[in-house]
């Protein structure tokens, strides 16, 4: 089992910043990507960011130049620090982790509950 836990969300003004953090806890052999999607009131979930193990980086253009993925491998959590907010960043973001349980099963999805960000005057 694997549990992905967010924190970080809240209320902004437009021009704010804020980080959202996820751990990952449980029995697992790796994480190969993890990473950040969101979804708006009445929008289909939508991938914001994604990070793999060995740095490779996936970015929504609507987010590019604000926004930025790390992670901390040692660790098990991923970060998204998000800049210059706009007020149609507004949406419930998931965590999300592509998890290998052992070495040779192939990776499952994991996402977290949703934490929601508020960007609002």
Partial sequence: QVTLVESGGGLVQP?????LSCVASGNFFSIPTMGWYRQAPGEQREL????????????????????????????????????DLKTEDTALYFCYAA???????????????????????
């Avoid at 021009?15 to 980080?19: A, C, K, R």
């Fill in 15 to 19: 021009g704010g910043s804020l980080e």
């Fill in 48 to 83: 914001v960011a994604t990070l793999t193990k060995s740095s490779s980086t996936v970015l929504a253009d609507s987010v590019k130049g604000r926004f930025t993925i790390s992670r901390d491998n040692a660790k098990n959590t991923v970060y998204l620090q998000m800049n």
């Fill in 99 to 121: 998890v290998r349980r052992t070495m040779l099963r192939n990776a499952v999805d994991n996402w977290g509950p949703g934490i929601q960000v508020t960007v609002s005057s």
